[in-house]
């Protein structure tokens, strides 16, 4: 069974720096883009950045030139570097992968189409 396991949450003053880290488990082959959405209260989700496994990266608008996304293949871990914080960035992130393929057997691999993580919170105060 894969998961998406999510940590580096937490509470952080505006201006300030948080780095999110998504690692799935699991027998994993392969994953060909993971990356980070959000919610914040009351709003629909929306993606916040994304890299594929070659490492080209895409960004919201509202994050660029703040925010950076980066992978360890060799890991099957996903990072957010948040930095220069604002209030509009707190929300709950979530890790989310594309196209993971895991080994079932030696023979046998299994695709999963779109995986989530369980979330984690980001409060950032004014």
């Known amino acids: 069974q894969v998961q998406l396991v999510e940590s580096g949450g937490g509470f952080m003053q505006a201006g300030g720096s948080l780095r999110l880290s998504c690692a799935a488990s699991g027998n994993i082959f392969s994953i060909n883009i993971m990356g980070w959405y959000r919610q914040a209260a009351g709003k629909e989700r929306e993606l916040v950045a994304t890299?594929?496994?070659?490492?080209?990266?895409n960004y919201v608008d509202s994050v660029k030139g703040r925010f950076t996304i980066s992978r360890d293949n060799a890991k099957n871990t996903v990072y957010l570097q948040m930095n220069s914080l604002k209030p509009e960035d707190a929300a709950a992130y979530y890790c989310?992968?594309?196209?993971?393929?895991?080994?079932?057997?030696?023979?046998?691999?299994?695709?999963?189409?779109?995986?989530w993580g369980q979330g984690t919170l980001v409060t950032v105060s004014s």
């Open positions: 890299v594929t496994s070659g490492g080209m990266t």
């Open positions: 989310n992968a594309k196209t993971l393929v895991e080994f079932v057997s030696p023979d046998i691999r299994r695709t999963y189409p779109e995986v």
